[in-house]
């Protein structure tokens, strides 16, 4: 039986996830069918991701950690807005054109910088609050929260507890929907870019 994750190695193995995607999307060029399906891929997994942080690990940040909590909640749920937005561009457009190429570079250099922060500066700050059970609750707690909040960005949604726990109940199983007739990589394609 696997020992169960931290929060703070939850949420970086999210962070790698988004950066192997956006790698796989890159190397894809050329093939737009590929490029299309990686960048479906990369897009479910930021939205769910920020959604899950949004009402899971930030609540935690501002509950444990006090003003400088609130402080650097406010500053993460404004960078998450940013990616949302681009997020939303980014279904207007065809993947592996120019624009979308752009779009999805700097939503990805964004990226990396929110996410350098959440692991350099704000879980360890959070971890030593929660202890080691807490950790691993919230890590569950994150993981769980994933499955049933929205698969593609809606900037214009609430970005706070509960309004916006509410909101992804109710949009999530339209995105859902939608995915249903989204293209996603298959194994074979996932297995052949990893090589």
Do not use: C
């Amino acid at each position: 039986m696997a020992t169960q994750q931290r929060l703070s190695d939850a949420i970086k193995e999210d962070h790698q996830e988004m950066y192997e995607y956006h790698d796989y999307y890159k190397k894809s060029a050329g093939d737009l069918d590929a490029q299309a399906r990686w960048a479906r891929q990369l897009t479910w997994e930021i939205a769910r991701h920020a959604v899950g942080e949004e009402i899971i690990v930030y609540p935690l940040m501002e509950k444990h950690l006090g003003a400088e909590g609130l402080k650097l909640t406010t500053h993460d749920r404004e960078e998450h807005q940013h990616v949302k937005e681009m997020l939303s561009n980014l279904e207007s457009l065809t993947p592996g054109t120019n624009e979308y190429d752009k779009i999805i570079d700097r939503m990805m250099a964004s990226l990396h910088h929110h996410n350098d922060d959440e692991e350099v500066k704000d879980l360890p700050l959070l971890e030593p609050h929660l202890g080691e059970d807490g950790s691993k609750h919230a890590a569950s707690q994150f993981s769980l929260t994933k499955k049933f909040v929205p698969t593609r960005a809606h900037p214009d949604a609430p970005n706070r507890p509960p309004f916006e726990t509410l909101a992804g109940f109710l949009i999530a199983p339209i995105d859902k929907l939608q995915d249903a007739f989204a293209k996603f990589p298959t194994e074979e394609m996932k297995e052949a870019t990893k090589s």
